[in-house]
Structures are given as C-alpha cells and as structure tokens.
Nanobody
Framework: QVQLVESGGGLVQPGGSLRLSCAAS????????MGWYRQAPGKQRELVAT???????NYADSVKGRFTISRDNAKRTVYLQMDSLKPDDTAVYFC?????????WGQGTQVTVSS
C-alpha cells in the first residue's frame, strides 16, 4: 500500500507564493512519475505539472513560468513552488504517483488565492 501525504496549502493574496510538498510512503517499486493536479469547484481535475525520476518536467500552459515542480528521489517527495499566484489558481491540489503498474493519489490540499 502506498500513501501520499500533501502539505503546504493555505490562503494567500494574489501575487503571493506557496510551496506544496508531497511525501510518499509504502512499497514503491520501479520507475515512477510524480505530479500535481488540481480541481476547482464545479470543474474537472486538471494537470498542473509532472516530473519523471530523471527530472523531465511537464507543465500546464496556465502555470508555465510561475510554478516549478521538483522532486527528491531519496526522500520520495515531490514539491510544487507556486509564485505569482492568481485567484484562478484556487483549487484543491492533489499529489499523484504513477507508472504502468499503479496510480496513487493523495487526499488533496486546499489552495485559496484571495485578497
């Protein structure tokens, strides 16, 4: 069983920054990609960013240049540095870990961007 625990969400003013963390625990084998997704009220869950074990990244167009994803393979942790936050970034952010054999999700952390 694999568990993903997110932290770092909260309330921030427009233009501010937050850093999300997600630590994985349990039996994880092989090569896997980690990433962040988000879901705003009334909308579908969408990709924010992903990162492979060798550091290849992929970002949604809406966050390019503002968000940075990184990971520490030894700690099995993925981070999301969010800068220049906008009200449209308000959502529940979910951590994800997947490969061809499995696909795990965290419980989500709320990010609210408001003045």
């Amino acid at each position: 069983q694999v568990q993903l625990v997110e932290s770092g969400g909260g309330l921030v003013q427009p233009g501010g920054s937050l850093r999300l963390s997600c630590a994985a625990s349990g039996s994880i084998f092989g090569i896997y990609t980690m990433g962040w997704y988000r879901q705003a009220p009334g909308k579908q869950r969408e990709l924010v960013a992903t990162i492979t074990m060798v550091g290849t990244t992929n970002y949604a167009d809406s966050v390019k240049g503002r968000f940075t994803i990184s990971r520490d393979n030894a700690k099995r942790t993925v981070y999301l540095q969010m800068d220049s936050l906008k009200p449209d970034d308000t959502a529940v952010y979910f951590c994800n870990l997947f490969n061809l054999a499995y696909n795990y999700w965290g419980q989500g952390t709320q990010v609210t961007v408001s003045s």
